[in-house]
């Protein structure tokens, strides 16, 4: 009599996985002036093909570019889509986001003007002057002069807080 045995083996699909962030653009700066340095820059899963076969790369998170003047550096944790094995233990990743070829300045501006002022109130600012920072081309950001800046503070909605200090975000338009 001959004795035939059934084994199953389980067989999982090996897969190198590059890392990614999301670039949000900002202040001037696009995915464009933008180098990125992710360390580890890929990781290895194991899983069934099923699972492995519609996996193209990890996204560990989104940066604002408007968010930060030159460059950020954060450790953030490498996400697992379900049913997938890290082989390479890794848990997280440094992510550098560096902005190349756009200079910034800081300029000052001392004269906001104040639209839609409540009928027979005065608008006075707190600070005599208001710091910004401006990033662009090296050559357009020199070129700035005063007489192309204007900040305008919008007092629309703010009827019930007069007679009170508040803080009321601006417009900066650069001409």
């Known amino acids: 009599m001959v004795m035939r045995w059934?084994?199953?083996?389980?067989?999982?699909?090996?897969?190198?996985?590059p890392l990614k962030v999301r670039i949000v653009p900002g202040s001037g700066a696009t995915e464009e002036n933008v180098e990125t340095r992710i360390d580890p820059p890929t990781v290895t899963l194991t899983g069934e093909?099923?699972?492995?076969?519609v996996i193209h790369e990890i996204v560990l998170g989104t940066f604002e570019l408007g968010s930060f003047d030159q460059s950020k550096t954060e450790t953030l944790p490498i996400?697992?889509?379900?049913?997938?094995?890290?082989r390479s233990g890794i848990t997280e990743a440094e992510v550098e986001v560096r902005i190349v070829g756009l200079t910034t300045?800081?300029?000052?501006?001392?004269?906001?003007?104040f639209d839609h002022v409540p009928e027979g109130y005065v608008a006075n600012p707190k600070t005599d002057t208001l710091d910004?920072?401006?990033?662009?081309?090296?050559?357009?950001?020199?070129?700035?002069?005063d007489a192309d800046i204007q900040v305008i503070a919008d007092l629309n909605g703010y009827e019930g807080t007069i007679g009170r200090p508040i803080t009321v975000p601006v417009t900066i338009l650069i001409f």
């Open 6 to 17: 059934l084994t199953e083996i389980p067989v999982e699909m090996v897969k190198e996985v």
């Open 132 to 145: 910004f920072l401006v990033r662009g081309p090296a050559k357009s950001v020199s070129q700035i002069k």
């Open 79 to 86: 996400p697992l889509p379900g049913d997938v094995t890290n």
């Open 105 to 113: 300045s800081t300029l000052t501006v001392g004269e906001i003007r």
């Open 49 to 53: 093909e099923k699972y492995l076969s």
